[in-house]
């Protein structure tokens, strides 16, 4: 439910989420109600109120939370997976100590409600691959997978041990065109569509039957969004949902590029990046979101390439 005395804070704004996040709740809430931030100023500090926040800094969060009189946090700072295995010790520290910093606050009722990623890093090898329940083995091999399970762990004790409302879900892939990727390992989804306009072809880093789950940005801002505004009865559950769109490979990605640009061509050469792929699931199964709070996403494949390649060419 929205309340008009709702005051947000978004961590880690200015990434592939936060920019999308920022600009949609400002349109719901207004713009001085969003507090955008992030460990230096970006080109979002002209759009409205901006903070310098470095999230392993308390101290420096809470002045901001108090100055800004914020209620609700999302919390979108973190290190990817590609980028998480080359710095594993500052990946599971800021991943983690981030993480702590905002649920502390809300445990001392300084804020009233927290938003925190999850990723299908959390699944490993070991868990069935398709159609991946909700819960299910889950012994993540890459240091963000770790960090993210441990934290859905935590999530879930804050709420039962201190009644902190923190909401999570477990991203796919998320593809956009508003904003680029960083480090993650489905990036790919990304740099292809900007590659294909660009020069008309792609050396892609995964191998061309790598199937992977993924989702259209639009339906990921509407998912958190969405279970941020739930009743607070209806999130049933506190560690993280699995979160699913559509599932498609690099192979199948190209044929569809394909269609808008025949010429398009693509080569795969695999580098460490597989490796990670090819411990998490082909497809996710999302009906606890749909029973608890009506998760349904909107694009499938065909429908998120046509919007892509649309605005990117404009
Ligand atoms: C990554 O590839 O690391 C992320 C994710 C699936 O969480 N996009």
């Known amino acids: 439910m929205i309340q008009k005395s709702d005051k947000i804070l978004v961590i880690g704004s200015s990434g592939q989420i936060g920019t999308e996040l920022v600009q949609n709740l400002r349109e719901i809430y207004g713009i001085s109600n969003v507090v955008a931030s992030d460990v230096k100023v970006t080109e979002q500090a002209k759009e409205g109120p901006f903070e310098v926040i470095d999230v392993m800094n308390a101290q420096g969060l809470l002045e901001v939370v108090k100055r800004h009189n914020i209620n609700q946090v999302y919390l979108l700072a973190a290190l990817l997976s590609a980028t998480a295995e080359k710095m594993p010790k500052f990946a599971w520290d800021l991943n983690m100590q981030g993480l702590f910093n905002v649920l502390d606050l809300a445990k001392e009722k300084i804020i009233q409600k ?13 868990t069935p691959r398709e159609n ?25 004790y804050y709420f039962k041990k201190y009644g902190v409302d923190v909401r999570s879900l477990r991203y796919p ?3 956009g065109w508003k904003s680029a990727p960083g480090g ?12 294909a306009l660009k020069s008309g072809s792609y050396e892609c880093f995964l191998s061309e039957n790598t199937t992977l789950p993924m989702m ?8 958190t969004i969405g279970i941020m505004e739930s009743d607070y009865q209806k999130v049933k559950i506190r560690s993280s949902y699995n979160l699913s769109g559509f599932s498609f490979s690099p192979k199948e990605i ?3 590029i394909k269609k808008y640009i025949p010429n398009f061509s693509i080569s795969y050469i695999p580098d460490s990046r597989q490796q990670i792929a090819d411990s998490w699931p082909k497809s996710i199964d999302s009906s606890e979101a749909g029973i608890d709070w009506g998760w349904k996403p909107e694009y499938d494949l065909a429908a998120m390439t046509k919007d892509m390649i649309k605005n990117l060419k404009n």
């Open 184 to 195: 993650g390992t489905t990036d790919y989804a990304v740099h292809i569509f900007h590659e």
């Open 114 to 126: 927290v938003y925190w990623p999850s990723s299908i890093a959390v699944f490993g090898p070991n």
């Open 216 to 223: 259209y940005m639009p339906d990921a801002i509407k998912a």
């Open 254 to 256: 190209a044929l569809e």
């Open 173 to 175: 892939g998320l593809i």
């Open 132 to 156: 991946t329940p909700q819960f299910t083995i889950m012994e993540p091999s890459t240091v963000y997978g770790i960090s993210k399970q441990a934290g859905e762990r935590w999530c879930e």
